[in-house]
């Protein structure tokens, strides 16, 4: 179970000790398994949902074949991987994906860097509390905090739909922390930009009967967000985390968290990332991008060009899923950008 946030007396399931980082609790499980309850909720309890009952099955442990750890985040559960030693890839994830979708860059550069790729609050293995706000300064904030609990330097930063936004939120509050860039069909400044199939998923009652009933968002980009169609344990493993109406609060939450008006909570927030970007200029910026992809769309790309005229672009024929339709080449500019 998770220590109370003195760190004191804590065990992973397996009975192996946490430790403790600058009052943070870190978890290094060696059961993959299974997932505990922090001890100021009940599993029972409406306003909390957990994953202590989520069993992970063999084809998952094939495809992610790692041993999560976890940043206690105040009680509530922050899962990340961490695999490998050298230079620091962070990888930072989007919606509706998870950790998951970076398994095969992690296992190709475990090798030779240490590879971090984290679960945001109510996504992948973290918890998934009902009663949280998932604002998208939440998320940077989470992100940031286990960047300076685990003293993370010299990082790459390596996100993807939200994640480039949640990324460079961090970064641009940890500056002196980052070296290098690859952006993957995101965003990080505002748009006006919305497609259809996104936006009628914001819609009151449907919305959340759509997303968080019917799991349409999540079942849909299985198909929408590639060109190529993913094996059945591929498709199960994304969608894995997403089962049921508790488990896909957040995945609605970061729908209807899209900024495109100045009155939305999280504008504010947006511009402060945008405005962040500036700093970053001149640092090596590898952009990435899937061109089939209709919702995060050129258009976004030529925006980072302009934001950043010395970055690098590979322009694949791929959609949003970028790294399950292109992994081959995407390592082989990786590799090349990371030299």
């Not at 009628?200 to 997303?211: D, K, N, T």
Request: aromatic share 12%.
């Amino acid at each position: 179970m998770l220590a109370s946030r003195s760190g004191a007396d804590t065990l992973c399931p397996a009975g192996k000790a946490a430790r403790t980082i600058r009052g943070s609790t870190v978890l290094a499980c060696s059961n993959r398994t299974t997932y505990s309850t922090p001890p100021n909720f009940s599993v029972r309890s409406p306003d909390f949902v957990s994953q202590s009952t989520l069993t992970i099955p063999d084809f998952l442990q094939e495809e992610y074949p790692f041993e999560p750890k976890a940043l206690d985040l105040d009680g509530l559960r922050y899962s990340y991987v961490d695999e490998g030693q050298g230079p620091t890839l962070l990888f930072v994830h989007g919606n509706p994906t998870w950790s998951f979708a970076w398994r095969r860059l992690i296992k190709h550069f475990s090798p030779n860097y240490r590879c971090i790729a984290v679960d945001h609050i109510g996504m992948g293995l973290s918890d998934k509390p009902q009663d949280y706000g998932y604002r998208i300064d939440q998320h940077i904030g989470n992100l940031e905090r286990l960047i300076q609990e685990l003293d993370l330097t010299d990082v790459t930063l390596i996100g993807h739909d939200w994640g480039g936004c949640i990324g460079m939120g961090a970064a641009g509050r940890l500056a002196d922390r980052f070296s290098r860039f690859v952006m993957m069909n995101t965003a990080a400044f505002r748009s006006t930009q919305i497609p259809f199939r996104i936006a009628v998923c914001r819609i009151p009652l449907f919305g959340a009967l759509a997303v968080r009933g019917l799991n349409l968002f999540s079942v849909a980009a299985l198909s929408m967000a590639v060109e190529h169609r993913m094996p059945r344990r591929v498709r199960k493993g994304y969608v894995f985390p997403y089962d049921s109406w508790g488990h896909r609060q957040a995945v609605h939450r970061f729908v209807e968290e899209i900024p495109l008006k100045p009155s939305h909570p999280t504008y504010a927030t947006l511009v402060d990332v945008e405005n962040g970007l500036e700093q970053f200029r001149d640092h090596p910026m590898q952009l990435i991008w899937g061109t089939q992809d209709w919702c995060f769309t050129t258009t976004f790309l030529e925006e980072w060009e302009e934001r950043f005229p010395r970055a690098s672009t590979l322009r694949l024929d791929a959609g949003h899923y970028v790294f399950e339709d292109a992994h081959d080449a995407i390592v082989a500019k990786l590799s090349e950008f990371l030299a």
